[in-house]
């Protein structure tokens, strides 16, 4: 009997994407935590600026709803979704997110109701300090805050 020919293919894909040399996971984890630090404190800035053009987009609506202010909310409260949680924030942005299905409800069925948005501001003014509240406090709010998008319909 004959021995099988094998042949050896060369991934040429492979040897491109595998960098020789390369840091190691601790290394590479590292330095994406030096880079979040670096960006902190502007970003962290830049949640306030967010939160400040959801206070004031709210106090546009007083009269009642604006198809302008609620989409300037919905792209405030979005961005907040975006980072909050790389900063140590993941209760800001699951408010943040619970704001934009809010908004969402009232564009899509046309109904609104601004005493709705004022419990979701002042959701999103506690997740703002989490050390200030207690973990069992925050996930009560974070559940009232998801009934409370719930229950436009």
Do not use: W
């Not at 400040?52 to 709210?58: C, E």
């Not at 899509?108 to 501001?121: A, E, H, Q, R």
């Amino acid at each position: 009997m004959k021995a099988p020919k094998t042949f050896r293919y060369e991934n040429r894909l492979a040897k491109t994407v595998t960098p020789h040399g390369g840091m190691t996971v601790g290394e590479a984890t590292r330095a994406a935590q030096l880079q979040i630090e670096r960006v902190r404190k502007p970003t962290i800035a830049h949640i306030d600026a967010e939160l400040a053009t959801i206070a004031t987009m709210r106090d546009l609506m007083k009269g009642g709803a604006d198809a302008g202010a609620l989409a300037k909310m919905y792209s405030a409260a979005n961005r907040i979704v975006a980072t909050a949680g790389l900063f140590g924030l993941e209760d800001l942005g699951q408010a943040a997110y619970c704001l934009c299905e809010l908004v969402s409800r009232f564009q899509s069925t046309g109904k609104f109701n601004l005493t709705l948005i004022d419990v979701n501001t002042e959701g999103l003014r506690l997740m703002r300090d989490p050390g200030k509240h207690s973990a069992a406090d925050r996930q009560a709010a974070l559940k009232g805050l998801k009934q409370v998008a719930a229950s436009v319909s």
